[in-house]
């Protein structure tokens, strides 16, 4: 048995059975003498390729890794134990690619011994390419995860357990910096600071997926996102907050809200058409227009005027579903029929909006054969909205009265021909 004498808190010398202690250790070992030569060593020293035993005679030096090396001969110097951190270059592995070269990592203890009353050193190594590895890893994924994070959602966060923000992603949230966000409560940012479903998924007790969550920008300004969030919790499995992504859809809200009025709009539109065309009589025609489109646009006036051989207008279906217009048409008739035979001579024939005392006023000019014959107008009641002042008119409306100002341009047409041959037959009949 070879034996070694080791100072224990440099106080105390114990002895040691050095064979056993190489031989039986769970990592690289090796015994060194003063000049740096191995004495003993152990099958994972060999396995690690670091130099044996037998290429280290004579004189020479065996080749250790630069970093042992320092630290073995400042050890020899000082006569103190420590501690020695080598990382060796990985080599390309059989038929992998260039992710595949592996290097290794050890860390060394040295502890100055003596043995046959000649001093030398004891070096004990822990193989730590394993736990490097993962700990790459678990970088690598974290990496991995957030990058994908980055990518995939507009806004990146957590809240504790307050709902204030103590993490931001880097992209901030709408027009916010992430210093402007964190350590601010996140319902600064809701659009309705009471909105229980925002208030919901950020600070939710259990995943929660795509929740739709409307939050503004710092002009107030209106954006929806879908968030997603889990809860966050403690070694003791105490919630503590809440984290997760949101990603912006407001302009696909925006686009849907756009064709659900689109398609309603065109509901709109099919009803007062079909009105229209179920319709023999011109006169009927007129009236069923002016009725349903009343009805369907809500409307509180709806008027129809025809072109006369004089060139002026006058009215050929009225209805007046609104007590106060109907009430009140013989007070503004004169002047709205006045502004839609004005219309019908103006070169651009857009829409017109009138606005009077008694209501608020959408006028289209009608046409056959690019001639104008006649205008129709939608009326509203100014002292609905109790403002007397004027109301925005919708894209809905707009669209209604379009379609049914193209359609009116022939009925007033057919309108014209069978009051003349009406005219012609009274004629004939009284001759």
Not at 46 to 71: M, R
Not at 88 to 105: D, V, Y
């Amino acid at each position: 048995m070879v034996q070694v004498s080791a100072r224990i808190e440099n106080e105390n010398t114990a002895t040691l059975d050095v064979v056993a202690i190489v031989s039986h250790h769970h990592g690289p070992a090796c015994l060194f003498d003063t000049s740096r030569r191995p004495i003993l060593t152990n099958g994972s020293w060999l396995e690690a390729g670091f130099p044996d035993v037998e290429n280290s005679t004579g004189t020479k030096k065996c080749s250790l890794p630069g970093q042992l090396a320092v630290d073995l001969r400042k050890s020899s110097m000082t006569g103190m134990a420590g501690v020695s951190t080598v990382r060796l270059p990985g080599q390309m592995q059989p038929g992998h690619g260039q992710s595949a070269i592996i290097g290794s990592s050890f860390e060394f203890s040295i502890l100055p011994v003596v043995t046959e009353n000649a001093p030398a050193f004891l070096v004990l190594g822990t193989n730590l390419t394993t736990a490097d590895a993962l700990q790459a890893a678990l970088v690598e994924s974290r990496n991995f995860h957030r990058a994908f994070a980055a990518c995939s959602a507009d806004f990146i966060w957590q809240v504790d357990s307050g709902g204030v923000v103590d993490y931001c992603g880097p992209r901030g949230l709408l027009d916010y910096d992430p210093d402007e966000i964190f350590g601010s409560p996140i319902t600064r940012f809701f659009t309705d600071p009471k909105e229980a479903e925002a208030s919901l998924v950020f600070l939710n007790r259990e995943p929660m997926w795509e929740h739709e969550v409307w939050l503004s920008d710092k002009s107030g300004e209106s954006h929806c996102f879908l968030v997603s969030s889990v809860p966050v919790t403690d070694a003791q499995t105490q919630w503590r907050g809440a984290r997760g992504v949101a990603r912006e859809i407001t302009e696909q809200r925006e686009r849907e809200a756009e064709l659900k009025r689109a398609r309603f709009s065109e509901r709109m539109v099919n009803s007062v058409l079909y009105a229209m065309r179920s319709e023999v009589d011109p006169r009927s025609i007129l009236d069923a227009a002016t009725i349903v489109a009343a009805d369907t646009a809500e409307l509180d006036i709806c008027v129809v005027a025809r072109s006369t051989n004089g060139g002026s207008l006058e009215w050929t279906a009225t209805t007046l579903p609104g007590p106060a217009m109907q009430s009140g048409f013989a007070d503004f008739s004169a002047s709205l029929l006045a502004r839609m035979e004005e219309a019908t001579t103006t070169p651009i024939r857009g829409l017109i909006r009138y606005q009077t005392e008694a209501g608020n006023f959408l006028i289209a000019v009608t046409s056959n054969d690019r001639v104008a014959n006649g205008a129709v107008a939608f009326g509203r009641d100014a002292r609905d909205n109790g403002t007397g002042t004027d109301q925005e008119w919708s894209s809905e409306d707009e669209h209604i009265i379009r379609a049914m100002a193209e359609q009116l341009g022939t009925s007033l047409a057919q309108y014209e021909l069978v009051e003349k041959l009406r005219q012609d037959a009274n004629i004939k009949h009284g001759g």
